[in-house]
C-alpha cells in the first residue's frame, strides 16, 4: 500500500502465523492484553466483528483518564484485512481510518498499518501525539503478548525507526565510539573501560548516573551480523567486572539477553527492534520484577533512541 501525505504508516512482522495474529486483534479477551500504550488498559462493552459492526470500549490511562471510543467496521476479511473508524464517540466523529493487512510469509505475519486523516496538518499532529503518549507501544506490547501465547516466552519489546539508512544505524550499535555515547538515560555519562566488539568478546561499561551514582556493567556479545542483527547477554557488576546483583531495591534476574534487529522501511530509513528477555535461569519473583519494569524500560530505551536521533541529525 502506497501512503499518501495525509497518511501515517506502522508495518511490524511478528512471529506468528496470520491466522494468530488476526484472533489477538479480533478476541477481546486477547485484546484487552496489549491494546493501548504501556500502562493503559481497556474494557470492551461490546465488539461485532462484521461490516457495519461496532467495537464498543474504554481506554483507561495511568492517571485515571478514560478515554471512550467507538469502532465501526467498513471492511472484515478473516486473516487478511480490516478496514475501520477509529476515535468516535456518541458526541463526537471519527479521527482517522484504518486499513490493516496481514500477510504471512513462511510462518511470520507482516501486518502493515495505514492511518489515513482528513488534512496533511491532521496526520503531522497525530505523529506528533501518537509519539508523546507512547502509542506505537501497543505494537510492541502486541509482540511481546504473541510471544508468550506462541512461545511462553516473557519478553520486552521496542521498536524505533530512524531517518538514516541501515549500514549508519547498525554502526551505532556495532562502533564501541558511537554506543557509548547514547547508553543509557538521559542525564547519564558512561564510558568504556575497555570494548571488545566481537562474538565471543566482553566490554566493560561504567555509567554515572545524575544522583551521582556509578553504575557498572558488562556486554558479551553472542551474535554479530553486519546490518542485521546484534547479540549480546548483560550484567552488571563492580569495577573489576566481578557479577554483582541488579542497583534496584527488589530482586531482578542476573542477566538479560539483548537481540538488536535492523531492517529497511524505506531507502534511508531503518527500523530498529530491541527484544530483551532474561537469560538463565530466574525465580518467579525475578520474572515477575523483570515484567513489571517494562514501563520503565520503555522510558529508558526511548531516551536512549532519543539521543541516537540527535547523533543522526548531527551527521
Not at 163 to 174: F, N
Not at 272 to 284: F, S, Y
Request: hydrophobic share 35%.
Amino acid at each position: 500500500m502506497s501512503v499518501k501525505p495525509n497518511e501515517l504508516q506502522i508495518i511490524r512482522t511478528y512471529d506468528a502465523p496470520a491466522k494468530l495474529v488476526w484472533e489477538a486483534w479480533t478476541d477481546p479477551e486477547q485484546v484487552g492484553k496489549w491494546w493501548g500504550p504501556r500502562g493503559f488498559s481497556i474494557t470492551t462493552k461490546s465488539k461485532d466483528l462484521r461490516v457495519g459492526g461496532q467495537w464498543i470500549y474504554t481506554m483507561h490511562g495511568p492517571d485515571g483518564t478514560d478515554y471512550p471510543n467507538i469502532t465501526t467496521y467498513h471492511v472484515v476479511e478473516p486473516h487478511k484485512k480490516l478496514v475501520y473508524d477509529h476515535g468516535a464517540t456518541p458526541d463526537r466523529p471519527k479521527l482517522f481510518t484504518v486499513t490493516v493487512t496481514f500477510e504471512e510469509h513462511k510462518g511470520k505475519t507482516t501486518m502493515n498499518m495505514i492511518m489515513a486523516l482528513d488534512t496533511v496538518e491532521a496526520a503531522k499532529e497525530t505523529k506528533k501525539f501518537i509519539k508523546k503518549a507512547g502509542g506505537n507501544g501497543t505494537w510492541d506490547r502486541l509482540g511481546e503478548h504473541l510471544e508468550k501465547k506462541i512461545q511462553n516466552r516473557d519478553v520486552f519489546i521496542i521498536n524505533r525507526s530512524f531517518e538514516a539508512d541501515l549500514a549508519t544505524v547498525y554502526k551505532i550499535w556495532s562502533n564501541p565510539e558511537i554506543y557509548i555515547r547514547w547508553l543509557g538515560p538521559e542525564g547519564a555519562q558512561a564510558k568504556f573501560v575497555r570494548a571488545d566488539v566481537r562474538v565471543g568478546g566482553t566490554s566493560l561499561w561504567s555509567m554515572n548516573m545524575e544522583d551521582g551514582n556509578v553504575k557498572h556493567g558488562q556486554l558479551h556479545y553472542k551474535d554479530i551480523t553486519p546490518n542485521a542483527a546484534f547479540v549480546y547477554t548483560q550484567n552488571f557488576c563492580d569495577e573489576q567486572g566481578r557479577p554483582t546483583p541488579a542497583p534496584f531495591p527488589m530482586s531482578y534476574p542476573k542477566s538479560l539477553r539483548t537481540t538488536t534487529t535492523f531492517s529497511e522501511e524505506v531507502p534511508g530509513q531503518t527500523r530498529v527492534t530491541v527484544t530483551w528477555e532474561i537469560d538463565g535461569t530466574a525465580t518467579a519473583e525475578e520474572r515477575a520484577n523483570f515484567l513489571g519494569m517494562r514501563s520503565v524500560m520503555t522510558e529508558g530505551w526511548s531516551q536512549s533512541f532519543d539521543k541516537i536521533d540527535e547523533i543522526l541529525s548531527k551527521r
